[in-house]
Every structure is written in structure tokens, then in C-alpha cells.
């Protein structure tokens, strides 16, 4: 079964560049789509198809796809940034499939 | 405004049964599919069941085929998560979420609703 594989934290000084990568096997061939989540809070999307934005997400977050890995990047990190986030995919043979998850830590 | 509100969760013995249910408004429900992603207590993101806008189609995840049906009611604006020989694996905050086309995005959750199987 497919897989996307995240790395559990990744951390950021505010306001510098943070990338989250999103590995898979080819996940250049497939949408990806991003979502931020806070403590006690239901996910939020950020990023769709590969780079989209939902209206209300500031431009500072972005995404990117091509060959085996896709990143979210999110420029001029600010303390209200920090959230766990989560790409997903769909798979013919998974359905929907989340990574592990990254938690952006600004330092 | 597009609102995503569950309920149905609670304690429940292994072996048990729920149903959690989802209160949908601000779009039209019947043109959308919707899916179960349920959250482990600490752990990451897990999808657990999809449905069609119409109903006719359902899909769901290995680890509770054959104990969980997913159901609608577009009458109601309304979508269902059935849950049978619930294990003690299966706690976890279970969120409902609209599709915004059948194999697409995610762009609206649920608050969630916390689901615990313990004696």
C-alpha cells in the first residue's frame, strides 16, 4: 500500500522560511493536500492540490509537488504557525491516506 | 457558512455499538461526499469511511470493514457512522468532513466527537 512518509517535528525561528516535506513514491504524479491542525482544534485545510490556497490562508503558505517528495512551505514563520500538519493523498488501492504528521515548533 | 456539527460520542465497553452522527448546513449536502477521519488520543490523521453524495457508493478502511457503516440522510442534511465490535483501538476523536469532490480535498471538518471503548 502506498505510504507518505513526514518527518515528526521540524523547527523554525519566527520569522524565517519552515518547509515540511512529504515523501511518497511518485508522489509527483498525485494531489496533495496539506492541513494544519492546533492543540484541540479539527484540522484546518491550507494548501490543495498541490499549491492552492484557501480563501482566508495567508499567502505566506505554500506547496509544491515533483518527483518523490512534496513541501509546504510557510515564509515569515510566526508564533501562531505552530501546529502540527499533515499531507494527504488519494489512492486507488489506500483511499485516503494521511502522512504522520510534522509539528512545526517556532523557536 | 458551511457548519459540520457531530455528536453520538461517549464511553462504550468493548464489543459495543454507537452511532455518531453529523448535522451538516450552509452548502448542499446531497452534491458533496463526506468522509469519517478519526484521530487516536496522541496519534495522526486517520480516514475512516467515505460516501458518495447520492449514498450509492461507500468506501472504507481496512481496519473497520465489516464493523462500521457509513450512511446518509440528505433529507436531513445529515451523515452517519454506525459502529459495531468496537475494540479498545478504535478511542479516538472521530471528526466528520466534507469532500470537495470525490477524491479531493478535505476543506471543511467537524469539531469532533470522542469516542472511548473501555471496561
Known amino acids: 500500500s502506498y505510504v507518505l512518509t513526514q518527518p515528526p517535528s521540524v523547527s523554525v525561528a519566527p520569522g524565517k522560511t519552515a518547509r515540511i516535506t512529504c515523501g511518497g513514491n511518485n508522489i509527483g504524479r498525485k494531489s496533495v493536500h496539506w492541513y494544519q491542525q492546533k492543540p484541540g482544534q479539527a484540522p484546518v485545510l491550507v494548501i490543495y492540490?498541490?499549491?492552492d490556497r484557501p480563501s482566508g490562508i495567508p499567502e505566506r503558505f505554500s506547496g509544491s509537488n515533483s518527483g518523490n517528495t512534496a513541501t509546504l512551505t510557510i515564509s515569515r514563520v510566526e508564533a501562531g504557525d505552530e501546529a502540527d500538519y499533515y499531507c494527504q493523498v488519494w489512492d486507488s488501492n489506500s483511499d485516503h491516506l494521511f502522512g504522520g504528521g510534522t509539528k512545526l515548533t517556532v523557536l | 457558512e458551511v457548519q459540520l456539527v457531530e455528536s453520538g460520542g461517549g464511553l462504550v465497553q468493548p464489543g459495543g455499538s454507537l452511532r455518531l452522527s453529523c448535522a451538516a448546513s450552509g452548502f448542499t449536502f446531497s452534491s458533496y461526499a463526506m468522509s469519517w477521519v478519526r484521530q487516536a488520543p496522541g496519534k495522526g490523521l486517520e480516514w475512516v469511511s467515505g460516501?458518495?453524495?447520492?449514498?450509492?457508493?461507500?468506501y472504507y478502511a481496512d481496519s473497520v470493514k465489516g464493523r462500521f457503516t457509513i450512511s446518509r440522510d440528505n433529507s436531513k442534511n445529515t451523515l452517519y457512522l454506525q459502529m459495531n465490535s468496537l475494540r479498545a483501538d478504535d478511542t479516538a476523536v472521530f471528526y466528520c468532513?466534507?469532500?470537495?469532490?470525490?477524491?479531493?480535498?478535505?476543506?471543511?471538518w467537524g469539531q469532533g466527537t470522542l469516542v472511548t471503548v473501555s471496561s
Open positions: 460516501i458518495s453524495g447520492s449514498g450509492y457508493s461507500t
Open positions: 468532513a466534507k469532500q470537495n469532490g470525490d477524491y479531493s480535498e478535505f476543506d471543511y
Open positions: 492540490y498541490d499549491s
